[in-house]
């Protein structure tokens, strides 16, 4: 005959707070297939891919034991787009322009001109030159100079991102040549402030038969457009955004 037990040797259940627990601490990987569990040896743990043992389905179960991962992820902050820095987009093709630097040739000729303005014109009004003399001395270097500066706007570097190519274009060229890179071959792209001035540098990593190389893409006046441009490159390609040991953190 069963006995109740008595009153006070009785478990109050509510004390002992045996709820399960919340999280899932386990995970039955099922093939979307049949439905049938598959075993841990058909499981690649790495790449997260299953195969069934039923029914021969390979398939990705990342999404099945996303939860396990407790890693905090690191959220990137959208760069907006700085003042100008044009994008175009046209059949695919991503058209990034912004403003060319002086170059060392433009710096020497703005050199030569201001020695000529102020060093050798009190000389020949000194000497007795004749003033007549003096605008046909200075006009073609004044000439070149106002127009530099008057279409300064218009000067532009252009990284053309096709579906082959990653052009570096400068419109007007001086003296420049145009590269292109492949696109298969660029791996990722970083930033690093110059230290002797307020310029920062954008570079690739791309990968050839000897290696991986650090290739300069180009150079801009301001962290924002430097980061804006690395972005938008990376997005177009489709690349990854990782840390590299060189860049400026």
Sequence with gaps: MKHE????YKVNLKELNL??????????????????DVPAENLNINDKIAKCGSCDVVFPFQDDIAHFDKTPRKVKQ???????IELFYYKGELDISFIQPYNWAEIIWFIIV???????VPIMIKESVKLSLVPLILAPAIVTLIYLIRHYQKHKIHLVVGDRFLHIQRRPKKLVKDK?????DIDQLYIKKRSDANIWNIYMITDSSVGQKHVKLTSVSSVSKAKFLEQEIENHLGIQ?????EEDK
């Design 78 to 84: 959208e760069i907006l787009r700085p003042e100008g």
């Design 241 to 245: 955004d990782r840390e590299v040991p």
């Design 114 to 120: 201001g020695f000529i303005t102020f060093v050798s």
């Design 180 to 184: 292109s890179y492949r696109v298969q």
């Design 19 to 36: 709820e399960l627990p919340k999280d899932k601490v386990f995970e039955r990987i099922c093939c979307p297939s049949c439905n049938a």
């Design 5 to 8: 037990p008595l009153e006070e």
